[in-house]
């Protein structure tokens, strides 16, 4: 087994406790978070409050094994619904306090959505062996 593999259990953890934090933050701070929603979409005040709460809810889900998955599916498609507000804050240079607005981190920080997807989609398949 490799060490991901070894650690799945931990990293799950670690994954459902960055999300809890997130998904607070959104009521914490919202106005970062706020000022990066793509003008196109409406009501950001509300998307960032409902997605604070649904980043809650399926990190949560996701220490449950009986919603584990399905929680694992809602965050890959989460992360995947968030990434149009990653690029507004890239492409439009929205500067947020404490965060470097420059390529570098840029390049850094668009690619690692990516991970965040496949770190959740890890949780997607059963933990248990299947029969045949």
């Known amino acids: 087994m490799t060490f991901l593999e070894n650690n799945k259990a ?52 996701l220490l449950v094994p009986s919603t584990r998955q399905l929680s694992a599916w809602g965050l890959v498609i989460l992360f995947i619904a968030v990434y149009p507000a990653n690029l507004n804050m890239a492409f439009n ?17 668009l690619p690692f959505q990516f991970v965040l997807i496949a770190w959740a989609y890890w949780y997607t398949r059963s933990e248990t062996p299947q029969l045949s």
């Not at 240079?93 to 920080?109: E, K, L, V, Y």
């Open 93 to 109: 240079h929205i500067q947020i306090s404490g965060i470097p607005d420059t390529w570098w981190f840029q390049a850094i920080r």
């Open 10 to 61: 931990t990293l799950r953890v670690i994954l459902a406790v960055c999300m809890v934090v997130a998904g607070i933050s959104h009521f914490v701070v919202p106005q970062p978070y706020i000022r990066i929603v793509p003008g196109f979409l409406p009501s950001p005040a509300f998307l960032v409050y409902a997605s604070g709460v649904i980043e809650v809810l399926l990190a949560l889900g």
